[in-house]
C-alpha cells in the first residue's frame, strides 16, 4: 500500500475544451472535457467537472462497492471539487458523477461567482431544473456547495471538513500543519463572460497550479505569473496554435483562451519547472495534435501534452 501522506499525484481525466469529442480520431488524447484528478496527501481534489468526471465517478463507485459487504461498511467517498468557472463544458459531468448518488458519499464544491449570485443556485439552474430529471436537492449524497473567492483560501486536514480561511487577516487561533493541503486561488477576467478562478495546490512545499479558459497575453500575465512562481506543475490552456489565435480571416483573439506559445511564455515568467498543455480545441484531433508536438519537440524537457490517463508525480 503507497503511503498518501507523501502522495501528490495528478491524473488527467478530461483534457478538451468547448464540448467532448466522441470519435475515433480522438483516441490518442481523449475528447472529454476538463477534469484533473489529484491525490494528494490522503485528500483527493478533482479540478472542474467535464466528461472526463464520469469515468472517474465510476472508478470511484467500484472502489467504495470493493471495500466492503454492505454500504455502511464501506469507504466513504470524500472529495473536495475546484471548478473554475461554470461554461458548460466545465460543469456537464457534474449530474452524471455516480459518488452523487450514495448517501454516505461527502462532496464539497467551491466555485467563484459574482456579486450577488450564489454557487449552489447557478448549478440548479444550469445542470438541474429544466435540463434534468432530478433537482439538486434530490441528490443523496452529503453534498455542500460553497461560494469562495479569492481573499480565502481552502485548507485540507485529517478529521475535519474543509477549512475555509481569509488570506488577508490574521486568525490567531488558526496554526498551518506540515500534513495541511492548501488550496489558494485568484479570478482572472481573461475570459468571457464572468471570468475563471486560476487555482494552486501546496503540499509539503510543492505546488501545482491550475490555468485554465484564460488568454495569457503575449508579454506575460503578471498576476499569473506572481501567482505561480516557482511552481512544479503549471497546467496552462492552449486551446489554439498561434496560426488560428492571429488567423485574419476568423481570429481567436478575445475569446478568453490562449496558444501553445503563450503558455510556455508564461511558464517563463513564472519560472515553472514544468507546463503542461491542456484544454485543446476539439476540432484538434490526434493528427493535428501530433503535428504540433511534433514542432515543440524541442521544448519536451519542460513541457508536456496532456491526455486523458497522464499521471504525474509531484513528490
Not at 467500484?62 to 473536495?80: D, F, N, Q, Y
Amino acid at each position: 500500500m503507497s503511503d498518501v501522506k507523501n502522495e501528490f499525484k495528478v491524473k488527467f481525466r478530461g483534457v478538451r475544451g468547448s464540448y467532448p469529442c466522441a470519435n475515433k480520431n480522438f483516441m490518442q488524447y481523449g475528447g472529454n472535457t476538463s477534469c484533473v484528478e489529484v491525490n494528494v496527501g490522503g485528500h483527493l481534489i478533482i479540478l472542474d467537472a467535464g466528461t472526463g468526471l464520469i469515468d472517474l465517478g465510476n472508478e470511484l463507485v467500484k472502489e467504495h462497492i470493493l471495500s466492503g459487504s454492505h454500504l455502511l461498511e464501506r469507504k466513504p467517498i470524500e472529495a473536495t471539487m475546484l471548478l473554475s468557472h461554470i461554461h458548460q463544458d466545465h460543469i456537464i459531468g457534474f449530474t452524471f458523477f455516480t459518488p452523487n448518488h450514495i448517501p454516505t458519499s461527502k462532496i464539497n464544491v467551491f466555485g467563484a461567482v459574482n456579486y450577488n449570485e450564489n454557487l449552489a443556485d447557478e448549478l440548479a439552474q444550469l445542470l438541474f431544473t429544466k435540463s434534468f430529471p432530478i433537482d439538486l436537492g434530490d441528490i443523496a449524497a452529503n453534498l455542500n456547495i460553497c461560494n469562495i473567492d479569492e481573499t480565502e483560501c481552502i485548507i485540507l486536514r485529517h478529521g475535519s471538513e474543509p477549512i475555509v480561511k481569509s488570506v488577508t487577516a490574521n486568525d490567531d487561533n488558526f496554526e498551518s500543519s506540515p500534513e495541511d493541503v492548501v488550496i489558494t486561488l485568484y479570478k482572472s477576467y481573461a475570459h468571457p463572460q464572468e471570468g475563471v478562478t486560476i487555482y494552486k495546490i501546496t503540499y509539503k512545499g510543492k505546488n501545482v497550479v491550475y490555468a485554465t479558459d484564460k488568454e495569457t497575453y503575449f508579454g506575460g500575465d503578471k498576476k499569473l505569473s506572481n501567482f505561480a512562481r516557482g511552481c512544479d506543475l503549471l497546467i496552462h490552456d492552449t486551446q489554439y496554435t498561434t496560426e488560428d489565435y492571429l488567423n485574419p480571416h476568423s481570429s481567436k483573439q478575445g475569446f478568453g483562451h490562449s496558444t501553445f506559445d503563450m503558455a510556455l511564455e508564461a511558464q517563463d515568467y513564472c519560472h515553472a519547472k514544468k507546463v503542461i498543455f491542456y484544454h485543446y480545441d476539439p476540432s484538434y484531433d490526434d493528427e493535428k495534435l501530433n503535428t504540433i508536438a511534433k514542432f515543440y519537440g524541442e521544448v519536451a524537457d519542460k513541457a508536456d501534452f496532456a491526455y486523458e490517463g497522464l499521471e504525474i508525480n509531484i513528490l
